[in-house]
């Protein structure tokens, strides 16, 4: 699957594991698992694979958040994001890395 950034800071933290955006800093044990759980994403075929694997707790979103899916980075932390089909190319595009205490805020 091809993967898109929706905001800086996460392609920073994938392509470069740091960003500038002091807001949006993270520990360097879960920008590594972040950058993992993104190329676990780019090796998919579909999401349907990702719900193979169990570490991911791959899972469709309710609520307010309908038709996002998430992943978890660890027990702390998730990969929100969202899948769309362009010309037969899955495309998804990476919104958020989420706090899991913080995501029914």
Do not use: W
Not at 58 to 74: D, Y
Not at 83 to 102: K, P
């Amino acid at each position: 699957m091809d993967i898109v950034f929706e905001k800086a800071y996460l392609s920073d933290l994938y392509y470069k594991g740091k960003t500038t955006d002091k807001k949006h800093r993270f520990q360097p044990e879960v920008i590594k698992r972040y950058q993992l759980r993104i190329e676990a994403l780019e090796n998919a075929d579909s999401i349907e694979d990702l719900y193979q694997i169990n570490a991911l707790h791959c899972q469709v979103l309710k609520g307010n958040k309908k038709g996002i899916f998430s992943i978890r980075v660890n027990n702390q932390y998730r990969i929100e994001f969202t899948v769309s089909t362009v010309e037969s190319e899955t495309i998804v595009t990476v919104c958020n890395i989420l706090e899991l205490s913080n995501h029914y805020k």
